[in-house]
């Protein structure tokens, strides 16, 4: 089937008059992106040429403590680094401890730690979640301490 070049004329035109319209609207888009960009940016050079704001950034994540807390697990060592952290998890009980250390910091699943304690799948998970929450407990009772020792 054969189209007229009148009509074959039209379809051209309906079409380069359609990728105009999207372009332009594309062109609007960017513009008016690139206006809220710069509402909200602040200029290196003008922050650089404050006296009184000096720009940097300090990652504290990466800084070792003093002393890591080292925990055995079935003859593996798991070292934590975050002193809050590892006093959460000393104050739980040794089982407890166990199990969150052997699924979060070593990677074993719910039906290998039921192999090791000789638990089916289903029971390492409640214990799991009964571990978190005491945990949890544990963590926010840790979190009010540290307030409480910051405001006196």
Same mark, same amino acid.
């Given at each position: 089937?054969? #189209?007229?070049?009148?009509? =074959?004329?039209?379809?051209?035109?309906?079409?380069?008059?359609?990728?105009?319209?999207?372009?332009?609207?594309?062109?609007?888009?960017?513009?008016?992106?690139?206006?809220?960009?710069?509402?909200?940016?602040?200029?290196?050079?003008?922050? =650089?040429?404050?006296? #009184?704001?000096?720009?940097?950034? =300090?990652?504290?994540?990466?800084?070792?403590?003093?002393?890591?807390?080292?925990?055995?697990?079935?003859?593996?060592?798991?070292?934590?680094?975050?002193?809050?952290?590892?006093?959460? /998890?000393?104050?739980?009980?040794?089982?407890?401890?166990?199990?969150?250390?052997?699924?979060?910091?070593?990677?074993?699943?719910?039906?290998?730690?039921?192999? /090791?304690?000789?638990?089916?799948?289903?029971?390492?998970?409640?214990?799991?979640?009964?571990?978190?929450?005491?945990?949890?407990?544990?963590?926010?009772?840790?979190?009010?301490?540290?307030?409480?020792?910051?405001?006196?």
């Amino acid at each position: 089937m054969r #189209y007229s070049e009148q009509f =074959m004329e039209h379809i051209e035109y309906a079409f380069h008059a359609f990728c105009k319209i999207v372009l332009r609207h594309e062109a609007m888009n960017a513009w008016r992106d690139l206006k809220r960009k710069e509402e909200r940016e602040i200029s290196l050079d003008y922050l =650089m040429s404050e006296k #009184y704001f000096e720009p940097s950034a =300090m990652d504290s994540y990466f800084e070792k403590q003093d002393k890591p807390t080292v925990f055995l697990v079935l003859g593996k060592e798991v070292v934590v680094d975050d002193e809050r952290l590892a006093t959460a /998890l000393s104050r739980l009980p040794e089982l407890r401890r166990e199990v969150l250390l052997l699924y979060y910091f070593i990677g074993y699943r719910d039906e290998a730690i039921g192999r /090791l304690y000789g638990r089916c799948r289903s029971s390492i998970n409640r214990r799991r979640n009964v571990a978190l929450k005491q945990f949890r407990k544990e963590w926010e009772g840790l979190k009010h301490e540290e307030q409480k020792t910051d405001t006196f």
